[in-house]
């Protein structure tokens, strides 16, 4: 928001701004956005990359299945690693070397807690913090919660329950793994982006990623799809995690250098037509964003993909909002990542939650992530690239869908088992907005297109031209603030 529009910017931590302490992974593609925007130089960029691997693998324990095993390998997801510290770093660097346009410096507080905002609607939000013990108040024309999973504010903005699904998550950033081509080798050129070794235990199916880093660096983690309420404890899942690793890579010359762990949050809740409640974003002047909004995928809760991907939508809204002064609560609600193919992937993160009344089945998630895997290899590269980068089109999506029976025609007997009626109207209902989206966008592209080659035809269109296309620009963007596209 400095950078690219000028605004003047604070920003405090109750620890160290922009101390991350975890690893993230990414596609080149999906990086290459913070150099669309002007927040990155291409040098940059390249210093915040740890390394790039040429394979992805997803691969899901078949021992006990009674269907024939997939896996698939991914060749651009998830295959970036970024050093997120110095990324970050890089980005306070920035915010305090830059001039805002009101010619007064931006601010970066560390150690500083958010206690309090109090909003007045026609002018500004005062926000009470506390710096190692002494209290202070800053004034803002808006004030954006970035405070995480646990932000306050989205806790009460959402009556205690900010997010539905959760991904508990642990593992460790260490060295010295044997490096190879099998198992339980590190290969420096694969990412194993979702690997199962057996099956559900004590009703969580726990799934692997590693992703090797700078260096001989590797990181590790295990973690399981879950939904809030579910009892979750992370000291418990480090325990599964050391008992466990043994028999996921060979650890005999391995010193671990940190740990990382999180819960990663996701906020879909099914939504019905006739229902109003939707997830609350924002009040007047305060708008949540990351994982306080929690709008990233519930398939891949890739939290930081999807501030990278919605990042120019959000930006550029959020300009437009506070230069047209649009900041009352239903104007900023409006400003949110795009949900339509998150929420169609809501109902398909039940499917990675082991069932309690499938006890009898631990082998069930694995058996239809098999599946899973089998009808999108079929569906080919693209799709499935689409698909793990929360961007598959409505038709792909729909034909994984009606594809899926043809390999298991079980998969009825077990939506029905797995989703409540609830969920299975709202799983309809997030179909039919993806499809509405896709058409709309369709219809954009194609009008936008034919006009441009009518005008260029008749030079005395032009001026017609340039007017349709301002006029069509800005009827997209009151389509995006009124969350229609
Ligand atoms: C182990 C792990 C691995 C991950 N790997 C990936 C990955 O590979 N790819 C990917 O896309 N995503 C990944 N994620 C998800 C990603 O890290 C998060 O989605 C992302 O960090 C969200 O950023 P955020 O700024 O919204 O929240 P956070 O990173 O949680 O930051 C919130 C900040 O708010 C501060 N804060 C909280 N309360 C207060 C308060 N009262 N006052 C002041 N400050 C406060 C905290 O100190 C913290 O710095 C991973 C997550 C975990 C846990």
């Known amino acids: 928001m400095t950078i690219c529009y000028g605004l003047r910017v604070l ?3 109750r620890f160290t ?3 991350v302490h975890r690893e993230w992974n990414i596609s080149r593609d999906e990086l290459n956005e913070l150099l669309t925007v002007g ?3 291409p040098d940059e960029l390249e210093q915040v990359i740890q390394r790039e691997y040429t394979d992805g693998l997803v691969c899901f324990a078949s021992a006990h299945i009674q269907v024939p095993p997939a896996e698939l390998h991914l060749k651009d997801v ?3 690693a970024v050093d997120a510290e110095r990324l970050t770093q890089l980005c306070v660097q920035k915010i305090k070397a830059h001039q805002p346009r009101s010619g007064l410096p931006n601010r970066i507080l560390h150690r500083t807690s958010f206690e309090h905002c109090k909003v007045a609607p026609q002018q500004n939000v005062n926000v009470s913090v506390t710096t190692e013990g002494e209290a202070y108040m800053y004034a803002a024309r808006l004030l954006v919660d970035g405070m995480g999973s646990t932000s306050p504010i989205a806790c009460q903005l959402n009556c205690g329950r900010p997010f539905s699904l959760v991904c508990p998550t642990v593992g460790t950033v260490a060295h010295g793994y044997k490096v190879g081509t099998t198992p339980d080798a590190i290969d420096p050129e694969l990412g194993e982006i979702l690997v199962t070794t057996e ?3 004590n009703g969580r199916q726990l799934i692997w990623e590693a992703f090797p880093g700078h260096d001989d660096q590797v990181a590790i983690y295990l973690f399981h799809y879950a939904e809030t309420g579910q009892p979750v404890d992370l000291l418990e899942l480090f325990d599964d995690f050391f008992a466990l690793l043994l028999s996921y890579k060979d650890t005999s010359n391995v010193e671990i250098i940190r740990p990382v762990y999180g819960f990663i949050p996701a906020g879909y809740n099914i939504t019905l037509p006739w229902q109003k409640e939707r997830k609350v974003l924002a009040y007047d002047r305060v708008i949540s964003l990351g994982d306080a909004a929690a709008f990233q995928s519930p398939l891949t809760f890739c939290g930081f993909g999807s501030y990278v991907r919605n990042l120019r939508r959000i930006t550029s809204l959020l300009a437009y909002a506070l230069e047209h002064n649009l900041l009352n609560a239903s104007d900023l609600n409006r ?4 949900e339509a193919i998150p929420a169609v992937a809501r109902a398909f993160s039940k499917f990675m939650i082991a069932q309690p009344n499938q006890s009898d089945k631990p082998w069930q998630v694995n058996e239809t992530l098999n599946i899973f895997c089998r009808a999108l290899a079929d569906l080919g590269p693209r799709i499935t690239n689409d698909f793990f980068k929360d961007r598959v089109g409505w038709l792909d999506y729909t034909r994984l869908v009606l594809n899926t029976p043809k390999y298991y025609p079980q998969i009825y007997k077990l ?3 797995t989703l409540t009626p609830t969920e299975i109207l709202g799983w ?8 509405r989206q896709s058409i709309t966008l369709t219809l954009y592209q194609n009008t936008h297109k034919l006009l441009r080659r009518i005008a260029a035809l008749l030079p005395g269109l032009r001026t017609l031209r340039s007017s349709f296309n301002s006029h069509l620009r800005h009827t997209m963007l009151e389509q995006i603030t009124r969350n229609k596209v």
């Open 11 to 13: 920003v405090f931590d």
């Open 17 to 19: 701004v922009g101390a």
């Open 39 to 41: 927040l990155l130089t």
């Open 78 to 80: 998830l295959n970036v």
């Open 199 to 201: 099956d559900a235990r």
């Open 335 to 338: 400003i949110r990542a795009s």
């Open 415 to 417: 939506t029905l088992a």
């Open 428 to 435: 309809i209902t997030a179909w039919l907005q993806l499809g």
